[in-house]
């Protein structure tokens, strides 16, 4: 079945480490893909998107994802996290051959150490 | 509005009584979504409106889940005979089209709770 897939479950690191969350997809043709972010208690925020044009898109808090399309992947990376960054992370992605549904990855539960 | 509206955000309800999320997506929204995340669980897919197109009912669970939406605009979620396993949060988004390069804002959740 297509899909999105998170290969990271749980991620702990230390501040001012670099992370690197994966993505990988199983859709052809035209898709959007999506980073959201749940910090404890909140609601899903968007972090970045992936429309067209330059596949290393740059999002808020530092965060940068590129799309690989060779790789059907869409990796998210930040070069130094910090504590307020301890949240779950989702990729997600639209694809016009599942008629632009949004499905989500598993999610990345990150916990960075002060 | 501004945003993605959603009510009630907690909802507390015994076991075999129906309950009705509601979801006001942003203005002029055509598409809107539910879905719903458990504890400890990804984010699990269960409708999909999008436009006067019908909808995509592939991810409700079971019969007793259902959704309309009303005038293009107001989504209202019924789960009948509610069991514990349905206690989750409720999120809805919307975005402005169905077709490739929109975004798609959440609400906040509905916190179901099912003793």
């Known amino acids: 079945a297509q899909s999105v897939s998170q290969h990271n479950h749980h991620v702990i690191l230390s501040e001012a480490a670099s992370l690197e969350l994966g993505c990988n997809y199983s859709?052809?043709?035209?898709?959007?893909l999506f980073w959201y972010v749940q910090y404890p208690g909140q609601h899903l925020q968007l972090l970045l998107k992936y429309f067209s044009g330059d596949p290393l898109v740059k999002g808020i808090k530092g965060f940068e994802a590129e799309f690989i399309k060779s790789k059907f992947s869409f990796n998210l990376r930040k070069p130094s996290v910090q504590w307020s960054d301890t949240a779950e992370y989702f990729c997600a992605v639209t694809a016009r051959a599942a008629g632009n549904k949004l499905t989500f990855g598993g999610g990345t539960r990150v916990l960075v150490k002060p | 509005g501004a945003g993605v509206s959603q009510s009630p955000s907690n909802k507390v309800t015994e076991k075999g009584k129906d309950v009705e999320l509601r979801c006001d997506p942003i203005s002029g929204h055509t598409a809107l979504y539910w879905y719903r995340q458990s504890l400890g669980q990804g984010l699990e897919f269960l409708i999909y409106?999008?436009?006067?197109?019908?909808?995509?009912k592939s991810g409700l669970p079971s019969d007793r889940f259902s959704a309309e939406r009303t005038g293009g605009s107001v989504s209202t979620l019924t789960i009948q005979r509610t069991q514990q396993e349905d206690s989750a949060v409720y999120l809805c988004?919307?975005?402005?089209?169905?077709?490739?390069?929109?975004?798609?804002?959440f609400g906040e959740g509905s916190w179901l709770t099912v003793v």
């Open positions: 409106f999008q436009g006067n197109s019908a909808p995509d």
């Open positions: 988004a919307s975005s402005v089209g169905t077709g490739t390069g929109n975004t798609i804002y």
């Open positions: 859709y052809g043709g035209t898709v959007n």
